[in-house]
């Protein structure tokens, strides 16, 4: 994940503020591809989701849900935009 002048990963020291302060914000642009992974752009910043295969816990790299049919979208290794950590 960054913001202007940091860059934060899971285990870094104020990586969840960084990532809720993204919540009231809009997504200006979004990139989907295999070898980026999956890139949300905010105002302020942009998650970016590519593990490593290192980084790789359980059978799922994130999920999507909370619409209004309760659908929801699921990112496995070796699937998608992730075909590249099969």
Do not use: C, N
């Amino acid at each position: 994940m960054s913001a202007p002048g940091k860059t934060f990963a899971e285990p870094d020291p104020g990586y969840g503020d960084a990532l809720r302060s993204f919540v009231p914000e809009e997504v200006t642009a979004t990139v989907e591809q295999s070898g980026v992974g999956l890139v949300i752009s905010f105002p302020s910043g942009r998650l970016v989701v590519h593990p490593t295969l290192d980084e790789l816990v359980g059978p799922e790299i994130t999920m999507l849900a909370g619409f209004e049919d309760r659908s929801l979208m699921v990112w496995r290794p070796g699937e998608a935009s992730f075909e590249d950590l099969a």
